[in-house]
């Protein structure tokens, strides 16, 4: 793919390559639709869901792909499909509900009627009134249903893609992704907890680019420092993979909170008057038996979190080049203890819009759009941990992350040239 001679012919990226991001590219709007094409509507899967949100047949879901609303169903046989959720007629929305149950989809305009598959079973006024015609007689019912998406379901969760020439969903993510997919959603019963949303005034990547950004959480965080779930000086694995996702993990144990942190004189935010009444929010419980904090990207649309024993979903959902919503779901198994069960509620505490950890970041990505909107000629520094290193690291303290993400953003977006 190449971009459009307009953004080619005034677009040129910084000399040195990857550690180097211009900010016209979190502010073009024919950038974000060339991206919109070419990373949702194109040979990628993009989650939207999960099983145990369309629980019995009969029932649906609104999700995104991108900026577009689909629809997810489970018919009357129980199969799950993902279908674009626009009329086929004049283009009206058929789902307005978030979810819900019935045997077909309206749409309120026109009623024209589908099935759950997304097929078109009834138009009003088909053969007219007489004695004034309705539709021609070629007219077929079966060239005009919603528009179907490629859907995969995997271990409770759903995915979906445009394109018929997508990879097999296990060669897209992977097998190092899909080790850590496959541990927290490893067969077992999902059961959902709740859900929020939150607007950013930002663009997109640059959320994707906070969430594989392990240096800043050491820093920004305060709360993850001070009570330390998250330390600089813990061993860390910092990964990225093939076609844009990567995976974070670090280790908590017993003694972590306790161990003196070597960098502690350099860490300004550690709040050593800090307190909590209740300090089960942050003692997790080893429940795999591994001792990780984990995380993990999927590109390009879902960040999967473990922190502790919370298990959250970050769906990320690109509204224009300088708007993104975020969708949280948080959720556990069917067969956790009700203790269980609470514990994940209280720890969940720290995620979400106004989460303990994740308030900060939602304002901070706010200001930078607003700074890189305002000069969008300026350049980004991305060098830490070495300007040409993507190699995997050890340490929170790292840009690897970034540098393998624009890397693949350069290439695939036809920026690439002579400098990785």
Known sequence: MTLSNS????????????CRVPSWVYTDQELFEREMEKFHYGKTWNFVGLECEIPEPNSYRRSFVGPRSVIITRDEQGEVHVVENRCAHRGAPVCWKQSGKGKDLTCPYHEWTYDLSGN???????????????????????????????????????????????????????????????RVFPGREIRLLGYSRQHIPGN??????????????????SFFTTFGLYRADAKF??????????????????????ASADMAAEMKNIKSSFTLEDMSVVTPVDEFKDGLI??????????????????ALRHILPKSAGGTELAWTYFGYADDTEEMKQLRLKQGNLVGPAGYVSLEDSEVLTQVQRTLT?????????????????EPSETAITETLLRSFWKFYRSEMGFDGAVA
């Open 204 to 221: 997109w990547k640059l959320y994707f680019e906070n969430s594989r950004d392990p240096y800043h959480a050491t820093l920004l965080h």
């Open 294 to 311: 984990s995380s993990l990207q999927v590109f390009p649309s879902i960040f999967i979190q473990q922190h502790g024993n919370i298990l």
């Open 374 to 390: 305002s000069a969008p000629d300026t350049v980004q520094v991305i060098e830490m941990g070495g300007r040409d290193n993507f």
């Open 7 to 18: 953004i080619a012919d005034e677009r040129v990226w910084p000399e040195l390559g990857a």
């Open 120 to 182: 078109l079973q009834g138009v009003p006024f088909l053969r007219g009134a007489k004695p004034h015609p309705g539709m021609p007689r070629d007219f077929n019912k079966a060239d005009h249903g919603l528009r179907k998406l490629k859907t995969h379901v995997h271990n409770g969760t759903i995915w979906a893609s445009y394109s018929e020439d997508v990879q097999p969903f296990e060669d897209y993510v992977g097998p190092e992704i899909l080790r850590f997919i496959n």
């Open 237 to 258: 694995c910092v990964t990225p993979q093939p076609n844009g996702h990567e995976y974070i993990y670090s280790h908590f144990t017993s003694n972590t909170r306790e």
